[in-house]
């Protein structure tokens, strides 16, 4: 089984700064089958990038995604109050389990 | 536009049975798996299984297997997780999601809250 690490656990910034979250794999991530997701309080999550880079329907491109193997980022440019959420990081390149993250906790004040 | 529409909130006592169950619309419905995923309380997501409806393989979490069934009825586009013996510690929201081969949980449904309880 792949365990995916994050970090840092919470985040805090503030509007317009730039937010970078981490996820390592403990085991190179086949195809580079990662996934981010973003959940907000009360809501189902949310597909932010998948194929590690690639932004899925309608999301903006302050939200970007980088890395390979066994390193992941996540990139918030531009910060918006809205983007407080908690973010996961998801590998489906080793199936099964096709494990998540612990999550990021990002809060914008 | 494609939805999934998961079944209402549960309330159970232990050892009970239980199935949940998550209908598509607005896409093929064999065309893409379906997962489930499990959110405790205050908690982060973990991945249960998996199931392409299309040849109804099924791939489970070690973890929850033996715990859980995982099926599919492709006439009437639904998924369901089933449980023949619930426990106090399956208290969760529960998610189905939809996935393209090679792709992320691109498409969500709202969730069910199941509580099991004495």
């Known amino acids: 089984e792949i365990v995916l690490t994050q970090s840092p656990g919470t985040l805090s910034l503030s509007p317009g700064e730039r937010a970078t979250l981490s996820c390592r794999a403990s085991q190179r991530v086949g195809s580079n089958f990662l996934a981010w997701y973003q959940q907000k309080p009360g809501q189902a999550p949310r597909l932010l990038i998948d194929g590690a880079s690639t932004r899925a329907t309608g999301i903006p491109d302050r939200f970007s995604g980088s890395g390979s193997g066994t390193d992941f980022t996540l990139t918030i440019t531009r910060l918006e109050p809205e983007d407080s959420a908690v973010y996961f990081c998801?590998?489906?390149?080793?199936?099964?389990?096709?494990?998540f993250g612990q999550g990021t906790k990002l809060e914008i004040k | 536009e494609v939805q999934l529409v998961q079944s209402e909130v549960e309330v159970k006592k232990p050892g009970e049975s239980l199935e949940i169950s998550c209908k598509g619309s607005g896409y093929s419905f064999t065309s893409y798996w379906m997962g489930w995923v499990r959110q405790m309380p205050g908690k982060g997501l973990e991945w249960m299984g998996i199931?392409?409806?299309?040849?109804?393989?099924?791939r489970y979490n070690p973890s929850f297997q033996g715990q859980i069934t995982i099926s599919a009825d492709k006439s009437i586009n639904t998924a369901y997780l089933k449980w023949s013996r619930l426990k106090a510690s399956d208290t969760a929201i529960y998610y189905c999601?939809?996935?393209?081969?090679?792709?992320?949980?691109?498409?969500w449904g709202q969730g069910v809250l199941v509580t099991v309880s004495s």
């Open positions: 999601a939809r996935r393209p081969t090679g792709g992320g949980l691109d498409s």
């Open positions: 199931i392409y409806p299309g040849d109804s393989e099924i």
């Open positions: 998801q590998q489906y390149g080793s199936s099964p389990p096709e494990t």
